[in-house]
């Protein structure tokens, strides 16, 4: 009966540190961060420099997240990693987005037009990594295997294009 019992014990105060715990740095979600351009020069990595062309309007915002390349965190609300957010610059525009660690990502880009921090399906744009097609089909949820890619110790440099309705 007393095995049981300090068995019991071990077991529970286990659990309560593991509780107590801090999470792992890549465990971490919705961070929201300040673009940082240093973060992108050659070994300050890991990064992705993201370059985000065709943006019609000096208008509103841009926000670009990062999330993890898989099936349970690309676009699922919530499981983003880090977030920033600038005015929109007609044209093209840079961000530095760091990453916790080397790995599989996707960038997810969203140009709210009027600034009014709600998606407009028909002003508002998207862009995504690696420019997969977006149609009435997928909804603008392309699989996260058409978006994900690779982020090694480095910095990795990428072009995104803005689509709009």
Known sequence: MKRTTIAASGIA???????????????????????????????AGPAVSVTINGIKASTGTIRVQSYRGTKQDWLEKGRWIYRMEAPAKAGSMT???????????????????????????????GAMSNNPSINIFNLGKPSYKKTAFDVGNGVKTMSIQMRYR
């Not at 919705?30 to 973060?39: A, L, N």
């Not at 530095?96 to 744009?125: E, Q, S, W």
Request: glycine content about 10%; charged content about 20%; aromatic content about 6%.
């Open 95 to 125: 961000f530095c987005m760091p990453l916790p660690a080397p790995g599989k990502y996707g960038i997810a880009v969203r140009h709210d037009v009027n600034g009014n921090g709600k998606t407009d399906i028909f002003t508002d744009g």
């Open 13 to 43: 105060a286990l659990s309560l540190a593991g509780l107590a715990a801090p999470a792992p740095a890549e465990a971490q979600y919705r961070e929201k961060i300040t673009h940082d351009p240093s973060k992108c020069v050659s070994a």
